[in-house]
């Protein structure tokens, strides 16, 4: 009998929605898909929130880090009202990647103890590193969202911004192999 029978679903959805945002991103570039590209990008956090939830069911910190993703999203908002006073812009920033970093620490760190447990240890062991590649990326993120705020700084911060994207789209490409591998282990 399988001990978490949400959890392989719930995981599976979440792969998907995390490679259709990753196709959204790469087609929001070019101008007259942007907005189908953002319209999609919706629909598969949509679908990622509900896989969350699901996996949730099963996995106490996947429970957690699906409350965090409400969270985040009312931040999101309260950022975007705002950003016409740069200083609560950057504040609602820091705090959203904060919370972007521990759904992604307790998705990774509980979902590799489950993984430990049904004794697939090469998978679990790519969830601590994922999450690990993540810390590296929003503590980064945070120092140039300040940095960017001090005129001097900003074009440091601009370039810096750059190699970020970079390791954050490798911790994405790792994200979705972990969960990819993690629904398959689960045979969902």
């Known amino acids: ?27 929001a570039i070019i101008p007259i898909i942007n907005l189908i590209a953002g319209i ?17 069911k099963d996995i106490a910190g996947c429970k957690t880090a699906f409350i965090l993703t409400i969270v985040n999203l009312v931040i999101s908002i309260v950022g975007s009202l705002t950003s016409l006073i740069p200083v609560l812009s950057v504040i609602c920033s820091i705090a959203g990647s904060i919370i972007s970093f521990l759904v992604v620490y307790y998705v990774c760190n509980s979902v ?63 994200y979705m192999i972990f969960l990819n591998k993690s629904y398959q282990a689960l045979g969902a």
């Open 112 to 174: 590799a103890e489950v993984m430990t447990q049904v004794g697939a240890a090469d998978i679990a062991e790519r969830g601590v590193t994922v999450w690990k590649i993540n810390l590296v990326c929003y503590v980064a993120a945070i120092v140039i969202a300040i940095l960017a705020v001090i005129p001097v700084l900003s074009m440091i911060a601009t370039v810096a911004n750059l190699v970020i994207a970079i390791v954050s789209i490798i911790a994405s490409i790792l």
């Open 40 to 56: 999609a990008a919706i629909v598969f956090a949509v679908i990622s929130l509900v896989g969350l939830y699901s996996v949730g």
């Open 1 to 27: 009998m399988n001990q978490y029978p949400n959890a392989g679903a719930g995981l599976k959805k979440m792969f998907m929605a995390e490679v259709g945002a990753i196709i959204c991103a790469v087609l």
